[in-house]
């Protein structure tokens, strides 16, 4: 890229920039969804605007069960329950191995949100603090002159 911008190729040089970005967001998306897939369980909730609870069981990146805790009700109790009768999902491979990337992706944009408490994570649920996702918002400029698109 530096040696088409300073042939003035510009063009070209952000055709390679824009490759590179689609690769590196790819990248990311990849290590953040393979970390959560890669948890056979995680319990969270997240209070609601009525102040009760929403819990959510996600296994391999997949909703298994949700469900709101009555008022009164024995959070535990409820959370066992909830985590007995959700859906039995399996492993198998790839980033996204038992949902699509869409339904992996706002399940991890829930649990990111503010608010929500793990309960509980079985497994490992963890992303590379020097991965990919660390140069997906940082452009690389082509010339002091040159304006990304």
Excluded: K
């Excluded at 859906?87 to 990337?101: C, D, K, M, Q, S």
């Excluded at 509980?120 to 590379?128: F, I, R, S, T």
């Amino acid at each position: 890229m530096a040696a088409l911008a300073e042939q003035e190729r510009f063009e070209e040089a952000a055709h390679h920039r824009d490759r590179l970005a689609d690769f590196v967001r790819a990248a990311a998306r990849t290590q953040r969804l393979t970390a959560l897939t890669g948890c056979p369980e995680v319990v969270a909730t997240r209070r609601e605007d009525d102040g009760r609870w929403a819990v959510h069981v996600v296994r391999h990146g997949r909703l298994a069960a949700a469900g709101v805790i009555p008022a009164g009700a024995d959070a535990v109790a409820y959370v066992d329950g909830l985590r007995a009768t959700a859906e039995t999902v399996l492993p198998a491979i790839g980033p996204t191995p038992a949902a699509t990337a869409e339904e992996s992706e706002r399940i991890l944009r829930w649990l990111e949100s503010p608010g929500v408490r793990l309960v509980d994570v079985v497994g490992e649920w963890a992303c590379p603090v020097r991965g990919a996702g660390r140069h997906a918002a940082t452009p690389t400029p082509l010339s002091p002159t040159t304006v990304a698109p």
